[in-house]
Structures are given as structure tokens and as C-alpha cells.
């Protein structure tokens, strides 16, 4: 299959910048999840790349060959739009067979290959029907069947799963990982939602005002965001954020929050005297209810069931906010909020930014 | 990730997509130059003398043939009667349209047929439509004639009278333009949202007070179009009071087109025909602006809405 | 929508005065209809009456072409008159649509500053006093010979059914969703496959809606086959107005060609009313 390479795209539309300067590479069968706010340039990003907007600089290669001069007709590629797009004149059957009518191919292996790829997406029962006459489930359904049935070297995905109920995108989630490794095209899908980014791909490209912020596998970039927005657009609830300044003491940084000190672990000592941002994921916040040394005292305010947890909602001893979650089962014990409770820093956990441009200060190689 | 190894992006220059909506529109464009050079024409004759009897005197007068309309009756006259025609037109099809668009409000089936029914007279040429009037104002045999015999009113003249042709030609526009306001005023009162409607019935509003700060001020958007169109048509009005009178008795009904022919094929003055149509030209530039204008932030306000 | 009691004095008001106005409006319509089955004496006998004895002699001499008079037989050319207003109507309709439909397409889909221009002066021009182009056209075809023929008439009348097409086709592309386009280029169908095969079928009622409002307004249409049109090619509209001239006194026959000239129109409008209420209003106010 093809490899797909965008190399330093470009585009405004007339004052707005959408896209600066983005490059991303995805290898033939890999997927490669764009994530971002809506407005980020997303959707543009893949129409540049089906052909049907040009890039103002920057180029697109498909399999190694440029595809810039090159209609959407002639690119090799397959798109499922978020409104499935799907031709309301025809039944479901042209609509799925339409690619394969583009290239000529002859009755009867149409017939076999359509039939095949329904059979596969099973909506092989509705074939004959128009769209019109289709759920939503069902249409996003033949939207990707049309999508794969050529078997494309690049598959574009816009937001496929958005329109769809949510017992049928739980499912999906499941099953489109292993139908795409069937085709083994490679594939950008894009979306707003974090979860099903980390859920469908190799690795995410997070895109923020034009720009890809990082390029990476899901795990690198929750548990090493390179910037304070990409750590806030993964994690639910929201990383809790803090601006401090670590400070050298006894050979080390140190931090000081809460009104205590926090000794941060070794290869962060870059961060000294500069204006930072610590960064603490609200499951990360170890919970003890006894004080023993190096814990805080934290009022806690309020207890909220959030699908298999429980958040936490605490105030610091000078006012501070801090949002700490806990294993659903475990929310009993914290009843309805209004005591006091210890809670401690793992110093490992810590992510630490720089406060003006937001980057990560990674820890020095030890 | 490996680095991109292209040191420059892509030259600009595309030709895919860059050509096709000028190729598209070549036709049109081609129809475009076809109205430009007649009008251009047009504005150029306006300038001269020219009669096509009396070739020799052709030649350039620049604004002559203007600064003769200033002090020449005839052409006060036109103007008069053209607004006239406009005012009176456009004032009674508003009003009646906008009755009956109120009276057919509610879909019903009744309301649905009859709205169907009275847009017929629309369908009918204007030109047509005044033979059918002229046939009913006969004298002799005018179905009309004998209806105002019967009141009293004998030998009504109809378009055949100085003081009663005017009245004649305005029934016969009310009677072919009335159902364009009624259908567009109607489209409009079905567009609007019901709401208010329901919170004022809810509230004991008495009804004069949501026609008139409700219902009116929703429509006006609708009222101005039908307005601005029904003006613009109105003052060029030709086909209907040539099919009735050719501008007559006199010039008791001389409006812009109708002088503008007579001048250019019964008195072969080209250049004040011109002239004339430049001036009308002018009056429906300036009002098709407003028009223009009013009706593109109509549509932003449609189209931002969705 | 409104919880109060009908009046039953307001209802019946109300019911009296749409009463009258469905009289006004039909009212003409009827009588000429009835007119063209009255011999003469039917017609100019004084009172008039609803009762007489239909007869299609009018009809018949309309259509066949002659005119027996006690002055002597007239040709009635009528019918040409009928072919003329066919002819014109529908092949300017149809110039119209091939070059109007791809062109609103450009437009909708581009935003180039060549497309804005013509649009506004074709739409400008839909506004403007028709005898500004058409007496100096009337002069330029003189020269090219173009006078009196299908070809000079069916230009001219594109200055009536073009910026109508236009107008309304347009508006019509632009509510479409573009990625059904694009989706059938990605498909591998290139671009012109893409507008045959769903750009215009999908805007197909927009079209039709055009095409009527466009074919009646030709069909009605007065002022360029006066100037233009020569006898023989004149449609319906110059032509009644010839017959009245030309026969005189023959009532129920100018009757009856008027009645043969608005039905063609009606008997659209009537069959396609929700096309031509869509096409109208879309006209006016959405564009």
C-alpha cells in the first residue's frame, strides 16, 4: 500500500491562518489519528489531502510521488465524510459501487466486491436501499464501504463516529481497528474526541491553531505531553495546572505548593529559577487520610460520580484548587464531601512547563 | 520522524481548477458583451443629434439632447404620468395584496386552492391581459360597459377618455401584478415563525396591536422586495398601455418606453429616444441598487442562519 | 394557531371578501373563455347572458386558417403566431439552461472576480429599461441581417430567461453540500462526470423551476418580437394584438386566439404551481 506524507503544509482562508506549516508522515497500514478543538484545521487537513483544496505552500506525496497537480480523481485515495455524504439518487448499492464504476471494472466483479465489503460493515440487508431510507448507523456504514471497497492506498476518515448513536460508536471503536489492519491502507482519521483518538490509533497528531503541537503514540502523549495544551486536551477531568518556581535547595529542585515542599525528582534542574507550571493528573494525586509527614491537608468539597470514577473536587489550605480522582468503588468512603483529607505529590508524576511558551521541560538525560 | 528532504514546496502555478470557471462562464460572458454593446451604443446615440429622416444632421451634441428635456413639456409629461403610473400601481397592489396574503394565511385546503387559482392572471401576458380588459370595456359588447350602465355611469369611457384612462391601464396592472405580491407576501407570512404568535395569544395582545408591531415589522423584508421589484417593473411599464392605447388619447399616458418607441420608430429621433431611455435608465439604476444591496444582506441573513 | 372564538361575523366578512377577490382575478378569464363560444349575435347582444348556445366556430376558424366574412374570406394567421411563440419560447429556454446552468455552477462553486461581474451586470440588466439594448440591437441587426429571423430573436430573448436561470439555479448550487461533489470526485470520476452525473440531477428541481418561470416569461413576452419580429415570425403576444387591428369586428375570434394564447401558460402553471411558487419567491427574496 502507500505511504502518506504531508510536508510543511500551509493554508489561510483569506486573514485566518487554518493550517502553518504542518507536516505528518503515516506508513501504508498504520493509522494516524489527527486530535483537536474544533476550528483547528482538522477537515482541512484531509481534504488537502483527497484533492479537492490545494495547499497555498508546503506538499502532499502519496507513495512517494507528489500528488499536488493531481485530481482527487487520480490520487488513490478513499474519504468517509462526517456527514456520510452519500449520493441521495442512488441506492446504497451504487453508492458503494461507485469507485469501482470510476474504474471501469466489469458487472459482475463489481457485484462480488460490493457483496464482500457489506458483508463485512453488515449492511449486506440494506443494499437496496437509498439513503434516504437508512439509520445513521447504516449510512456511516456504506460511507466507509465505499471508502474501503476499492481498497485504497490512503483512507481518509473525517469524524466518522460523530454522527452516530453512542452505543454504535462503542462498537465501532472496537471494530474499525480491525478492519482497517485488513486493508492495511494508510489511514488519518481525525477527531475532537481524545478518547477515541487513544482508542483507534498508532500514534495521535495533536493539531492546535494550524500547528501539529506533537506527533506521537497515545501513551507518550498523556504520560509526556509536550506542551501544556496538549495536556489539557488529554485527560478527563482536566490536569490540574499550578504556576510555580522550582528553587535549588540541598543539591536538588525543589517546588514549593500547598504551602509545603516538594523535592521533584532528579534531571530537573533546568528548571530552576525559570516560570513554570507543574502539572498533576487528578488520578495521580495519591489519596491518605492520616497526615503522615509530607502530606497536605485538603478540604474536600464535594464528591462526583464520573463514569468509573469518583472526582474528587479539594481546596488547598491557601484556597488552591485541586481536582483528584478515584476508583468508583472507593467513593463511598468519602461520603458527601465537607471533611478534611491528606493527600501527597508523587514527585515522578510531575509534569513541568515552561509558564510563557508552554513547552515541556523534559528531565535531562541522567 | 524522518525529516522531509524538499528544500522548496511546490511552484504555485496550477493549472487544474484555475481555468474551468472561466470556461464555464465563457457563454455567459459572451451574452454579457451581447447587452454591453447595444447599451454602450445607446448611451452614444443619446449624445446626438440623430433622426434617422435626416441623415445629414447627425453629429454630436453631448448634453443637448438632456438639456432639451428641461424645457420641453412633453417630456414633464412622461415623467408625470410614469410616476404616476408607479405610485398608484404599486400603492393599490400592495395594499390588496397584502389583504388577501392575510386572508389566505392559514393553509388550508380552501386557501391552498385559491391561492393557486389567483396566481393565473400572473401567467397571462400583460400585453394579452389589456386585449381582455379592452375587450371588456367595449362599448358595445364590454361586459364592464354594462355593469357601471347599470349604476348609473353611461357611456364611460374607460381608456378611451382623458380622465379615465389612467385609472383603466392602473385596473389592468393591479389586475396582472397583484398575485406576484400576494405570493411572495404569502411565502412570507408561512416563513414566519409562530412563537411571538402564540406568546401574544397567550398574553391577551389585542390583534391590531400584532399586526401592526409584530406581524408587520417581521414581513417587511418580504414587503420592501415585492415593493422595490414592483416599482422597477411599474415605471418601465410598456406592454400593457401599448396594447391599450399606444400612450394615448393624447399623451394622456406617455410613460418612459412607451414615448421612447413612438420617438424611435413614428418620429425616427434616435437620439432623444436614447436620451430618454438613458434617463429612465437612471431612475431604475439607482432604485435596482437599493434593491441589490437590501436583497445580498438578505441573504447573508438567510445564509448565516443555517 | 389562534385560541380565540372565530367571530362568526369576521368569518363570514372574511369569506365575502375573498368572495369578491376570487372574482376580480377570475372573473376576465371566465368571460373571455365563454366569449370564444359565442357566435356575434351572442356576444353583442345587449343584456348579456350566461345562456346561449356554445358553438366552436371561432375555435375552427383560428385553427384552420380562414376567415369567412360577408367581405370575403380573410387568412387568419394564427397559428403561426402559436408555432412562432413555441418555437422562440422553447429554444431560448433551452440556450438558456446550456448556457446558464454551467455558468451558476461557476459561481457557486468559485469565487472569482470575472464570475461576480457578470452576474451583477446580467442581473443589473434584469432591471433595466428592455429598449435600451433593443432599439440599438434593432439597428445592428438591421446591418447584420440578423432582422426578423429565429436566430436575432432568440439572442434577445436570453436578456429575459438568462439572468432568471441564473438567479434561481444559482441559489440553488450554492444550498447544495459540496462533498457529495467531492466525494464522487474522490470516488475517481473526473470532473465532468461529477457534474452530469450528480451536480445536475441533484439540482434538478431548481432547474425546472427556472425553466418554467423562464418559458412563461418568454411566452409572454411583447416588446422585443414587436421591434424585432416581422409577421411571419411574430409570436401570440404581437399577434393577437395584430388580429384585433386586422379583423375588426370579429369578436368571438379575437376571443378565441386569446384564449389559445394564455392556455399553454395556465395549463403550466397549473401543473407545475409548486415549482413556479418555489421559483418565484426563491426569485424575489432568497436568490
Known sequence: MSDLILDRISKSYGKTQVLSEASIEVKAGETVVVCGPSGAGKTVLLRLVAGVVEPDTGDIRIAGRSVLNVGPERRDVGMAFQNFALYPHLTAFENIASPLRARGLEAGEIKKRVDEISKLLRIEHVLGHTPRELSNGQKQRTSLARSLVRGPGVLLLDDPLRNVDAKLRYEMRLELPRLLRNFGSAVLYVTQDYKEAMALADRIAVLRAGRIEQLAPASAIYDAPESIEVARLFGDPTINLYPIRPEAEGGAAVVRLFGQTWRLPRGREAAIDRDCMLGLRPEDVRIGGDGHPGSVAFELEAVTPLNVRGVLYLRGPAGEELLATVPERDIGQFGRGHRRIWIDLPAEKLHLFDRQSGARIAPAAA | MTQATIAAPAPRHRPRGRVLPYLLSLPALLICIGILIPFATAVWYSMQRYNLAFPMTRGMIWWGNYLDFLSDPSFWNTLKVSIAYMVLTVGVELLLGLGVALLLRRSTVFNNIMSIALMLPLMIAPAIAALMWKLMTNPDFGILSYLVGLVGLHDFKWASAPSTALLTVVLVDVWVYTPFIIILLLAGLRALPTQPFEAADLDGVPRSFVFFRITLPMLMPYIITAVLFRMLDAIQQFDIIYAMTQGGPGDRLMVFQVQAYLDFFQNTNVGRSAALLMILWAITFGLSNLFIKHWLRLRERVHGAR | ?287
Not at chain 3, 470526485?185 to 473526473?190: F, N, Q, T, V
Not at chain 3, 465532468?192 to 425553466?211: D, Q
Not at chain 3, 389559445?260 to 436568490?287: C, D, F, H, M, N
Open chain 3, 1 to 287: 394557531m389562534s385560541m380565540r372564538k372565530t367571530n362568526p361575523i369576521a368569518r363570514a366578512l372574511r369569506a365575502l371578501a375573498l368572495l369578491l377577490v376570487g372574482l376580480f382575478f377570475l372573473f376576465p378569464i371566465f368571460w373571455v373563455l365563454l366569449m370564444s363560444f359565442q357566435t356575434n349575435q351572442d356576444i353583442l347582444r345587449i343584456p348579456p347572458s350566461l345562456f346561449f348556445s356554445p358553438t366552436l366556430e371561432n375555435f375552427y376558424a383560428i385553427i384552420s386558417g380562414k376567415l369567412v366574412t360577408s367581405a370575403g374570406t380573410l387568412e387568419v394567421p394564427f397559428m403561426g403566431n402559436l408555432l412562432n411563440s413555441v418555437i422562440l419560447s422553447t429554444a431560448s429556454v433551452a440556450v438558456s439552461l446550456l448556457f446558464g446552468v454551467p455558468a451558476a455552477y461557476a459561481f457557486a462553486r468559485f469565487r472569482f472576480r470575472l464570475g461576480e461581474d457578470i452576474a451583477f451586470t446580467l442581473l443589473s440588466f434584469r432591471f433595466a429599461p428592455p429598449l435600451l439594448v433593443v432599439l440599438p440591437l434593432a439597428l445592428y441587426f438591421q446591418d447584420l441581417g440578423l432582422n426578423n429571423s429565429y436566430l436575432g430573436l432568440v439572442w434577445v430573448y436570453q436578456l429575459i430567461s438568462l439572468p432568471l436561470i441564473l438567479w434561481i439555479v444559482r441559489g440553488y448550487f450554492e444550498d447544495m453540500s459540496p462533498d457529495i461533489e467531492h466525494a464522487f470526485r474522490i470516488d475517481g470520476h473526473s470532473w465532468f462526470a461529477t457534474f452530469m452525473k450528480v451536480s445536475i440531477p441533484l439540482a434538478r428541481p431548481g432547474i425546472a423551476a427556472a425553466a418554467l418561470l423562464a418559458f412563461i416569461f418568454c411566452w409572454n413576452n411583447f416588446i422585443f418580437a414587436l421591434i424585432l419580429a416581422s409577421a411571419d415570425k411574430q409570436p401570440v403576444t404581437v399577434g393577437a394584438l395584430a388580429f384585433v387591428t386586422a379583423s375588426g369586428i370579429q369578436y368571438g375570434q379575437i376571443a378565441a386566439s386569446i384564449v389559445l394564447s394564455i392556455i399553454p401558460t395556465l395549463a403550466l402553471a397549473l401543473y407545475a404551481q409548486r415549482y413556479l411558487v418555489e421559483g418565484l419567491s426563491l426569485g424575489a427574496v432568497k436568490g
